[in-house]
């Protein structure tokens, strides 16, 4: 959940710990609270998940904020490129320690499609071509280790 609110200080925040509470009881990730400036001005480093909320947001109350929220493409390109090496770098790090144990190799591999998705969609977007938007769900195919 993404709330934009007036004022993202820990003391305003305060009110909202009974609604995060129970969101958390619902065993959802914690709620993402941040102020219209915050979001302008973290465009250029939250490019990705920016683009994905804004392409894929639902509005349930108050004024749409991403729906005019400029991204700038060549700070995306950055981040998606610093993120592709990092997952890729973080991959051949958990792969080298997994060698030999095939239920853990699995786990790796299954847990990092998601983000590898993401980002392949991303680097998809950075090239000019155009990209798929649905989401990768797990496959009961693959082995459970």
Not at 6 to 30: E, G, N, T
Not at 55 to 67: I, N, P, S, T
Not at 85 to 104: C, F, I, T, V, Y
Request: glycine share 2%; with cysteine.
């Amino acid at each position: 959940m993404f709330c934009v609110v007036r004022d993202s200080s820990f003391a305003a925040l305060q009110a909202l710990v009974p609604v995060a509470k129970w969101w958390d009881r619902q065993k959802q990730p914690p709620p993402l609270f941040m102020t219209r400036d915050e979001i302008e001005q973290s465009a250029d480093v939250f490019s990705i998940e920016l683009m994905d909320m804004k392409q894929h947001h639902r509005l349930v109350f108050g004024e749409d904020v991403l729906k005019e929220l400029t991204i700038p493409t060549v700070l995306h390109r950055v981040q998606v490129e610093y993120e592709l090496r990092e997952k890729l770098s973080l991959l051949r790090q958990h792969l080298l320690l997994a060698s030999g144990d095939d239920a853990r190799m699995w786990q790796l591999l299954i847990r990092s499609v998601s983000s590898f998705v993401t980002l392949f969609r991303h680097a998809m977007i950075v090239l000019g071509l155009n990209a798929p938007v649905e989401s990768v769900k797990r496959s009961r195919r693959w082995p459970h280790g």
